[in-house]
């Protein structure tokens, strides 16, 4: 189903994460005329065209959606563009996960590496949270890929999915006032990075100096749906 959304906007409903990776891949490669922003969500995909028919754009989106809606092998639409290059340096809600498999979209792209210090705040309360040592909590953190699901609460940040079972806690009772850009954090199944410096919830592993949001950069974001991630400890 496509929804309004504003007045320039359109919502369609792909009702998985995995199609609405899809989609956003087949709109990048394909824009259709007067499309502006494209922001893929965990079950909808946002396009934006100011000024566009949006009778004709809707009809174009129908037909996009049913090539998304088209089986194919996970992550084949990202590939095609070169998604999820690795770049060498440059108070969010925790949402249900999404269902097994729908974590692979990125798969077979190349694998963006974050370097983090793990000496973050709340890592030895996590280790004792999970019932495990410190150094059990970071090689867990390190130990699998995990792949950009959506981007949202604030520009840059991005939902990581496919964190490791153990370490599915509970965002802390009290957020704080003041994270710093660059902590490495985790709440419910996801992990992240803050890209600037917000009030949160999330709990912080640790920091890195690789810088996922940047205005000056093109793109802003070194991340974006279907982007895999792998942690490493600097």
Do not use: N
């Not at 009809?59 to 992550?75: I, K, Q, T, V, W």
């Not at 639409?77 to 340096?89: D, E, I, N, R, T």
């Not at 809600?93 to 210090?117: K, Q």
């Not at 604030?154 to 153990?166: E, H, N």
Request: without cysteine; negative net charge.
């Amino acid at each position: 189903m496509i929804r309004l959304a504003g007045e320039h906007g359109l919502l369609v409903e792909t009702g998985s994460l995995a199609v609405s990776h899809r989609l956003d891949a087949v709109l990048r490669a394909a824009r259709p005329p007067g499309v502006v922003e494209v922001v893929p969500g965990p079950e909808t995909v946002l396009v934006v065209a100011p000024g566009t028919d949006q009778g004709r754009l809707r009809s174009r989106l129908d037909e996009l959606l049913g090539e998304a809606l088209e089986p194919g092998e996970p992550g084949e639409a990202l590939q095609s563009q070169g998604a999820g290059k690795a770049v060498a340096s440059r108070e969010p809600e925790v949402l249900d996960p999404p269902e097994p498999g729908e974590a692979l979209s990125g798969a077979g792209a190349e694998v963006v590496v974050i370097p983090v210090v793990y000496d973050g705040e709340d890592l030895d309360s996590v280790a004792e949270l999970a019932g495990m040592s410190v150094d059990d909590v970071i090689a867990r953190h390190t130990g699998r890929e995990l792949v950009v699901g959506w981007l949202g609460f604030a520009p840059g940040f991005a939902y990581l999915i496919g964190l490791d079972p153990t370490l599915h806690l509970p965002r802390l009772a009290t957020p704080r006032t003041s994270v710093p850009a660059g902590s490495v954090a985790i709440a419910g199944p996801y992990s992240a990075i803050y890209p600037t410096a917000s009030p949160g919830g999330w709990r912080l592993l640790g920091r890195t100096a690789t810088r996922i949001w940047d205005v000056d950069a093109e793109p802003p974001s070194l991340f974006r749906p279907g982007t895999r991630v792998r942690f490493e400890p600097a």
